[in-house]
């Protein structure tokens, strides 16, 4: 639920920074010796944390993706509007898939709308534990995930989409592109995803360093410089160089300037320059970088052009692209190596200075000394042959380093256009795991038996609201045997069952139904969700029935009784039958109107039993019965014991469940030989509360996970089951006495049908304590025939899997009547 899944969100993405700052702490000499680097610390991490941690509470894998679903895209680099930008484009003449945009802070809200897009693109996005999870997540569900690095283009092959109008809008702000990819940390989502795009070239380097090979996209300006004629063509005879100087010491080394030893200063490099214009009066200078307090040469300044020093990646493109040869006089390896990447793509050679004694030989290809540099430029500039092979030999070497096949754009799994087979969609209060009433449980047990014995025919989902979670109208996608289980969080308000109509659910409902298309909606119990469920099907065209648990389409009182425990009455005229005062009249009238309206146009109305079914009926419906089963419990093995009859009460507190009934008629006698647990559902599990009523030891607890309810029933002797409304089944007594217990059950409804008189229990008056006072009376009277299990009946109980037979055998002539 959702408050564990915010802690587990808390304590990993603390645990995800602690980590990846602890990664990046200063070298240590012993990482030196062992040449570990800190990105290295950072992968050994993530290569730990993703697969083993980051995965607990990731839905197993579903398929909702959709071929036709939209292009997310996550943007890091931030968005002008705090509201999520719905684009109304096309992305190509041919694709009509819609464009959905997210500034960073509104990853919850692009997780939300996972379920059907066809593409998640991260543009930009720095890695956490949020993005992991969401990457995780979208994986999950069979969205593709590509990541992308630079202003957005399209492939260069011309397959992708163009997010060009995108990339240059008021909607999408770009920092500084060098930025991105200076840490191991704002790249690595790329090594989660199923693709990576670049439209800058000065990454690939940086990607190769994580086993990555990234495809080459085309920004808006990449492709305006690839019509551009090439720069001999506009100026014959003419070399213009480009230089960097960015991140160069302005001080001279203390080391002999002539030799040009490590750590060269601007000042130095800026006279050696010089002297290059001097000795070839057809080269110009492109200057990135240059200290502004440094004077440039007066005697070439017509041919020296000095750049701002913080230029980003399409300035520095389109700079390069006007010039013949790159000099990277900058000492920053990656930097340079970045560099070297942008100049190769612009088909123009470089050159790199390097300050370590160790590059800069004949091993090393791209670094040199000036000397060496010197030598080389001669060669370039006096031979355009040579020129000419290095441009080609730097292009190439760029070309082998980039992904020749485009990037998908489809789903990674999708769900089918055509339907190979019916689909059904299960609507209920709660969901599995989440197994609150007895509703659900009767879902779980359906449901279970439908996917695991007609998978092959049907394929099933589940609409289910999300206990304890307060962020209204958030919606998520979890498994459940491989079922998907959509959770809407409805409000927390008061009168929150008793709500006619959300329309969040309406909205959730339509766009489930639009992603999973059932063939038929089978509706359970709908408090929370509200009659918008129901709607949302008659809208849509979609048929559905429904399973009547309780009251609450019938009466402002699910369970018939009302604010002052007196019983309420039903009637055909909503009008002359029991309403809440405290609601008024009117509101409740609207609401019947709206809830009897959907039970009209169901295709079937289901009661659990046949007792229950009399109620509808006598309100003027026509109502089938499937009735329940009772679970697949393996029974207890009970052992002879002395002591006191453990009575159970599973129930809770609630008025309708008779727990006061219980009070009232412990506390009116002093019985010796009893003791009582009642399973109060609003309780948290643990720390149990212990009391006494009279003379009786009470230990109230809290909820009991589904898959123990069977050791619940055998830690009781007698379980207690004194409802004061007519209950639509009774699961709890039938599955009390499948596994050996006594039951006393009320009267009213189908709780006490299969109890047999004296034998395997007693069936009590409800309209007072008197009667189930003088059974307890009887029990405290001979407690050894109460320590023993009762006789088990000649005809075994109906079970809930031949409950789940007779739906499945509905399902197929509904559907088997529509065209």
């Not at 540099?373 to 441009?391: F, H, M, N």
């Not at 609507?427 to 779980?444: E, I, K, Y």
Request: charged share 25%; net charge negative; aromatic share 6%.
């Amino acid at each position: 639920m959702q408050p564990w899944r915010e802690a587990r969100t808390h304590l990993f993405m603390r645990w995800f920074d602690h980590a990846a700052h602890h990664s990046y702490d200063r070298i240590t000499q012993d990482d030196i010796r062992a040449r570990t680097h800190p990105d290295a610390r950072f992968l050994a991490f993530m290569n730990t944390f993703v697969p083993t941690v980051a995965s607990i509470g990731i839905p197993a894998p579903l398929t909702l993706a959709r071929t036709d679903g939209p292009i997310l895209i996550l943007s890091g680099s931030g968005l002008s509007e705090r509201t999520r930008w719905e684009a109304s484009l096309r992305i190509a003449p041919e694709d009509a898939r819609q464009v959905i945009v997210f500034s960073r802070e509104q990853v919850a809200l692009f997780a939300e709308s996972l379920p059907g897009a066809s593409v998640a693109l991260y543009h930009e996005v720095e890695t956490d534990g949020l993005i992991v999870d969401t990457l995780l997540r979208a994986k999950a569900l069979g969205v593709r995930n590509i990541y992308w690095a630079g202003p957005l283009g399209r492939d260069s092959t011309g397959e992708g989409p163009d997010l060009s109008d995108l990339a240059w809008s008021d909607f999408l702000l770009y920092r500084d592109s060098r930025e991105t990819g200076r840490t191991l940390r704002s790249i690595h989502a790329a090594t989660m995803c199923d693709d990576v795009v670049l439209t800058m070239p000065s990454l690939i380097t940086r990607f190769h360093d994580l086993g990555l090979r990234p495809r080459l996209g085309v920004s808006a300006l990449m492709d305006a410089l690839a019509d551009m004629p090439p720069t001999t063509e506009t100026a014959p005879g003419k070399i213009r160089i480009f230089c960097s100087l960015a991140g160069r010491p302005v001080r001279v080394s203390t080391a002999d300037e002539d030799a040009y030893a490590p750590r060269i200063g601007q000042k130095a490099l800026l006279k050696a320059l010089d002297a290059l214009l001097e000795t070839y009066p057809d080269v110009s200078l492109l200057v990135e970088g240059v200290d502004p307090a440094l004077p440039l040469s007066v005697r070439n300044s017509t041919r020296i052009e000095r750049l701002g020093s913080e230029l980003t990646s399409d300035q520095r493109l389109a700079a390069l692209s006007r010039c013949a040869i790159t000099l990277d006089l900058r000492h920053l390896p990656r930097d340079q190596r970045s560099l070297a990447d942008e100049a190769t793509w612009s088909g123009i050679p470089c050159l790199v200075l390097s300050d370590n004694p160790t590059l800069g030989s004949a091993s090393t290809p791209g670094y040199a000394k000036w000397a060496q540099i010197s030598e080389v430029l001669k060669a370039w500039i006096g031979q355009p042959q040579t020129l000419e092979d290095a441009t080609l030999a730097a292009r190439t070497h760029f070309e082998e380093a980039v992904s020749p096949t485009p990037v998908v754009w489809s789903p990674v799994r999708a769900v089918p256009v055509t339907k190979a087979k019916p689909r059904i969609l299960f609507a209920n209060l709660f969901a599995p795991p989440q197994t609150t009433g007895g509703a659900t449980r009767v879902l779980s047990d359906n449901a279970g038996y439908m996917l695991a014995h007609a998978g092959d025919d049907y394929d099933f989902a589940i609409l289910a609201s999300d206990d304890e979670n307060s962020h209204r109208g958030v919606t998520r996608v979890d498994s459940w045997k491989g079922a998907p289980v959509f959770r809407i969080a409805t409000p927390q308000e008061i009168d929150m069952d008793w709500r006619t109509y959300n329309s969040e659910v309406d909205a959730q409902t339509r766009r489930i139904i639009t992603l999973f298309k059932p063939d038929l909606v089978h509706i359970h119990c709908l408090p929370r969700l509200s009659v918008a469920v129901a709607e949302a099907c008659r809208r849509l065209g979609i048929p559905y029935v429904i399973t009547l648990h309780d009251a609450w389409w019938l009466s402002d009182f699910p369970f018939l009784v009302q604010e002052d425990g007196e019983p309420a009455r039903i009637s055909i005229d909503p009008a002359t039958q029991s309403y809440s005062h405290r609601i008024g009249l009117p509101r409740s009238l609207e609401r019947a109107a709206r809830l009897r309206s959907a039970l009209r146009h169901a295709q079937e109305l289901l009661s659990v039993s046949e007792e229950f079914a009399e109620i509808y009926r006598k309100a003027g419906f026509q109502v089938s019965t499937i009735a329940n089963g009772v679970s697949a419990l393996v029974a207890p093995v009970r052992t002879p014991r002395k002591g006191r009859v453990r009575l159970g009460h599973l129930g809770g507190l609630e008025h309708h469940k008779g727990a006061y009934l219980v009070e009232a008629a412990l506390r009116s006698r002093p019985f010796r030989n009893l003791s009582l647990t009642i399973l109060e559902h609003a309780r948290d599990p643990g720390s149990p509360l212990e009391t006494r009523w009279g003379s009786t030891p009470v230990t109230i607890r809290g909820k009991v996970p589904a898959d123990r309810i069977a050791t619940l029933y055998g830690d009781m002797d007698i379980l207690l089951a004194p409802s004061t409304w007519p209950e639509s089944f009774g699961l709890v007594t039938r599955e009390a006495a499948q596994c050996g217990a006594w039951v006393i059950g009320s009267n009213q409804g189908a709780m006490g049908t299969d109890i047999v008189e004296g034998v395997n229990g007693f069936v009590v008056d409800t309209t007072s304590p008197a009667d189930l006072v003088r059974v307890l009376e009887m029990i405290d009277a001979d407690p050894e025939r109460y320590l023993t299990p009762p006789p088990q009946p000649d005809t075994p109980l109906r079970h809930a899997d031949d409950q789940a037979r007779d739906i499945l055998s509905l399902y197929r002539t509904l559907l088997a009547s529509r065209p």
